[in-house]
């Protein structure tokens, strides 16, 4: 068979954590071939992000066409996108390539507390960007910053706020539920047809948790191509990540929160 092309478009982490870095690891890890469009350059670690350099959205677009034009891509992960601009441009080549299998992580501050989507590009991801989206997998503060309402704290009110996202044009929504309390970590996948799935896994104890979203949202689109339903990629994919941070201490990769052990099943318990 085939390997299936999986592109991120998404920014640049230095610290390998997050973003392109993480997105190409997690899609060599799951048997997909990896391929990038850089959007944004931080100056970043696992401590935090202390600049970030906007890629202009003109070169996003010269960067989508050469490789669009060449490459048949079988899921796109779009991450970071740091302007309305660069949303723009992005919307524009989904617009003209029509590539299967978008997954959007709607990525508006980084785990370090530092802001990552200027607050006018968020009404651009909202009105532009969610409806080309075959998922989004926004955890509780980016729903409610896209909404515009209150962090929900509970599984009942999650699942009402990922209606509304629904509303928005999505045609799925995965809302991550990892900043509610408990022993387990608890997401809901929810369609327009009503169907509503609840995913829940083991809640690992460890500070290293750089770059957890983007590793989730590349799993599946690394796996949908390989399985029959994004509700079996979505499964897949948390099992991967929880295993990812089952292992992270295994890393040593900085002063503060390290990143997932993206190649935990590769690299053996002395990693």
């Known amino acids: 068979m085939r390997t299936c092309n999986i592109l991120s478009i998404a920014g640049s982490d230095p610290s390998g954590g997050a973003g392109i870095q993480a997105d190409l690891k997690t899609f060599s890890a799951l048997g997909g071939y990896g391929m990038s469009v850089v959007t944004a350059l931080t100056a970043q670690s696992t401590v935090g992000v202390t600049a970030v350099q906007e890629v202009p959205a003109e070169f996003v677009t010269r960067q989508l066409d050469t490789l669009l034009t060449d490459a048949q891509v079988d899921a796109v992960k779009i991450g970071m996108l740091g302007s309305a601009g660069v949303v723009g441009a992005v919307v524009k080549a989904l617009d003209s390539y029509a590539p299967p299998n978008v997954v959007v992580d709607p990525v508006m501050v980084a785990k370090s507390g530092d802001r990552l989507l200027a607050p006018e590009a968020i009404a651009a991801v909202r009105a532009d960007l969610l409806p080309r989206a075959d998922l989004v997998t926004p955890n509780l503060p980016e729903a409610a910053e896209l909404?515009?309402?209150?962090?929900?704290?509970?599984?009942?009110?999650?699942?009402?706020?990922?209606?509304?996202?629904?509303?928005?044009?999505?045609?799925?929504?995965?809302?991550?539920?990892?900043?509610?309390?408990?022993?387990?970590?608890?997401?809901?996948?929810?369609?327009?047809?009503?169907?509503?799935?609840?995913?829940?896994?083991?809640?690992?104890?460890?500070?290293?948790?750089?770059?957890?979203?983007?590793?989730?949202?590349?799993?599946?689109?690394?796996?949908?191509?390989?399985?029959?339903?994004?509700?079996?990629?979505?499964?897949?994919?948390?099992?991967?990540?929880?295993?990812?941070?089952?292992?992270?201490?295994?890393?040593?990769?900085?002063?503060?929160?390290?990143?997932?052990?993206?190649?935990?099943?590769?690299?053996?318990?002395?990693?």
């Open 147 to 271: 909404l515009g309402e209150n962090e929900r704290r509970d599984l009942s009110s999650m699942r009402e706020q990922a209606e509304r996202l629904l509303e928005l044009g999505a045609k799925r929504v995965l809302l991550k539920g990892g900043h509610l309390s408990g022993q387990s970590s608890t997401d809901l996948l929810v369609t327009p047809d009503g169907l509503t799935e609840t995913f829940s896994a083991e809640r690992i104890p460890t500070r290293n948790t750089h770059g957890t979203g983007c590793t989730l949202s590349s799993a599946i689109a690394a796996l949908r191509p390989q399985r029959r339903s994004y509700s079996e990629a979505v499964r897949d994919a948390k099992d991967y990540l929880t295993e990812a941070l089952r292992h992270a201490d295994e890393l040593d990769a900085g002063r503060g929160k390290g990143p997932v052990h993206h190649f935990h099943r590769w690299w053996g318990s002395e990693a």
